[in-house]
Each structure stands twice: as C-alpha cells, then as structure tokens.
C-alpha cells in the first residue's frame, strides 16, 4: 500500500508560478513510477507529467511543456512538479499518482493522492 498526499496549490495570476509536492509513505518508494494529472471542472482527468523509477526520461503533455517540471527525490519520497508561467486553463485539482508501469496512462496507476486545487487568475 502506498499512501500519497500533495501539497502546494492556491491562487496564482497568469504567468505567476507554483510548486507542487507529493510525499509518499507506505512501501517503497523509489520501486513506483510517478506521474502527476490534472482534473477541471466538467472534464476528464488528464495526464500532465511523469518521471521513472530511476527519474530519468521525464514525459509530458504537449500543453505543459516547456513550463512543468516533473522531479523527485527518493530519499525524500517526494515528487514535485514546478509549474511556470501559469494560465488559467492550467486551474484544475491536481493528483499525484504512483504506479509500477507509470506512464501517461491513468491505468497505469495504482494509487492516487487526494489532490490539490490550482487556481489561475487572468
């Protein structure tokens, strides 16, 4: 079992910057692959980022890149995703997630976090 718990949302203008956590307790961390998604209002729960095991070869959605970062650190059991220049189309509750296959499927998850609100104003 794997319990995930995010931290870091709020209130940010346009263009302004958050940094989001994630600390894992429970079984081993560092085995887990991580991932970070997002859920607006009246939509799906959508992939933003995922890092491996071994925190290389990051992945992205093509709305994010170039603005998200996804890092860990296993000796921390956290997981963070820095978010710059902020849009409000980026507002959503953002969930952490930890999977042995990872990925940017949902699926590929096995424990989620309870999420975190972000909320950009124009």
């Not at 860990?72 to 296959?101: F, H, I």
Request: a positive charge; one cysteine or more.
């Amino acid at each position: 079992q794997v319990q995930l718990v995010e931290s870091g949302g709020g209130l940010v203008q346009a263009g302004g910057s958050l940094r989001l956590s994630c600390v894992a307790s429970g079984r081993t961390f560092s085995r887990y692959n991580m991932g970070w998604f997002r859920q607006a209002p009246g939509k799906e729960r959508e992939f933003v980022a995922a890092i491996s095991w071994s925190g290389i070869s990051p992945s992205y959605a093509d709305s994010v890149k170039g603005r998200f970062t996804i890092s860990r650190d296993n000796a921390k059991n956290t997981v963070y995703l820095q978010m710059n220049s902020l849009k409000p189309e980026d507002t959503a509750v953002y969930y952490c997630a930890a999977g042995l296959e990872g990925g940017k499927v949902r699926r590929a998850y096995g424990y989620w976090g309870q999420g975190t609100q972000v909320t950009v104003s124009s």
